[in-house]
């Protein structure tokens, strides 16, 4: 039987375009002291290292691992870096949880960071993602592979400019109760809508922004809690899918799956569901972080997390549904459309749902948030993280 796991400490940056007064070094260890303090630990006590950070390339430093290992004072603790694209903090956060869950450790720091802003290159490298005798060509991006998501979604769902804009303003809206969140000014509806289109329909205040950060948190096992932890967000589920790189398997008549949907998403969900004992999500969970950089995105992910039927996520947002204060609410800390430091980022939804389940989360905190769920996205469009997050084991 696996050993029952928790996140006992959460440490985050402030997540901001750039940080020119640190280095990635000094963020992973900024975060890393954070968590370390809120759990009542000190670095003598961890044992095992999981780092989630970009390939060298995005972040224009050769072998960053060891570097960030060094300012981390690992040795001589093992340490396993982790990359897997926009999930990284959540493959990460497995990584971390498998080291306690196995009995291997009984403390572990996960700490993910990133800094892509500051490299000149990365654009380049980013460009290189896509098969290049199929896709390459098109200039197929992150932009435009979910801006096609979202001409499914209207075509399919009927879903509106208005019904995406509605996420982009919950998500600002929340973002103000996060000091940590990259972009807290207000936005209304009209701004949204008035805003440029970046790759039809997807608008400016569509799209997440590219933050510089880093967020961490520490893992114990269950006698190390106990002993140790008046409040803790054990980890009840968990589950992990990936599918094709190519975009053009996943569009166009006789696939399995539609573009508008993230079945895959589901698929996570339904395995962490069922570890959890979670029958029915949308009344079973209490607060959602969830990896959306896109307004499109949060739609399907809302669907294939069973908060809402496949076609009416659109609807149920602009209803109000996903606010703090309404049936589920989604992204309490403002999520990736308000802050996304891509290599931390789906940690940060990690630390976000433990906070509410320990009751930490100060004014973004939802009352009486007992179970949590947290999503990653990653690649292109081709990994999926689920995690259920509980206040009790």
């Not at 975060?31 to 290292?49: F, R």
């Not at 979604?153 to 509106?160: A, F, G, L, N, R």
């Amino acid at each position: 039987m696996p050993v029952k796991t928790a996140i006992v400490g959460v440490g985050q940056t402030d997540y901001r375009f750039k940080r020119t007064d640190v280095t990635i070094q000094e963020l992973a260890v900024e975060a890393s002291l954070k968590a370390l303090e809120h759990a009542g630990m000190t670095m003598g006590d961890i044992d095992a290292i999981v780092l989630g950070i970009a390939p060298d390339a995005l972040l224009g430093i050769n072998a960053v691992d060891r570097w960030i290992g060094e300012a981390l004072g690992v040795a001589p603790r093992p340490l396993l870096r982790v990359n897997t694209g926009g999930t990284t903090g959540a493959a990460a956060a497995q990584a971390g949880y498998a080291h306690v869950a196995s009995g291997m450790a009984r403390r572990v720091l996960v700490v993910a960071a990133d800094k892509v802003s500051e490299s000149p290159d990365a654009q380049w490298v980013l460009n290189t993602a896509m098969d290049p005798i199929y896709e390459r060509s098109v200039a197929l991006n992150a932009i435009n592979m979910c801006s096609f998501q979202a001409v499914r979604q209207m075509d399919q769902y009927k879903v509106t400019e208005r019904q995406l804009a509605s996420v982009a303003v919950r998500s600002r809206k929340h973002a103000q109760l996060n000091p940590h969140a990259h972009l807290r000014a207000p936005i209304t509806l009209d701004d949204v809508l008035s805003s440029r289109y970046v790759c039809w329909p997807l608008k400016l205040l569509d799209c997440c922004p590219r933050s510089s950060g880093a967020c961490a948190v520490i893992m114990a096992a269950e006698p190390v809690v106990r002993a140790n932890h008046s409040r803790a967000a054990w980890i009840r589920g968990m589950g992990a899918t990936s599918n094709t790189i190519y975009m053009g398997d996943k569009m166009g008549p006789g696939r399995d799956v539609d573009h508008a949907d993230w079945d895959e998403l589901a698929m996570a969900a339904a395995r962490a569901y069922k570890q959890a004992g979670i029958t029915d999500p949308a009344r079973q969970i209490d607060v959602a972080e969830i990896y959306a950089p896109f307004t499109c995105t949060e739609i399907a992910a809302v669907e294939a997390l069973g908060f809402a039927k496949k076609g009416s996520g659109g609807l149920m947002s602009e209803q109000g549904m996903f606010d703090m204060n309404g049936a589920i609410p989604v992204n309490p800390s403002g999520g990736v459309l308000s802050a996304n430091p891509i290599s931390a980022t789906a940690l940060a939804r990690i630390a976000e749902a433990a906070l509410q389940v320990m009751g930490d989360a100060g004014p973004r905190q939802v009352p009486g948030a007992h179970q949590a769920v947290a999503t990653g996205i990653g690649g292109t469009l081709q990994f999926h993280t689920c995690m259920v997050l509980a206040s009790d084991a």
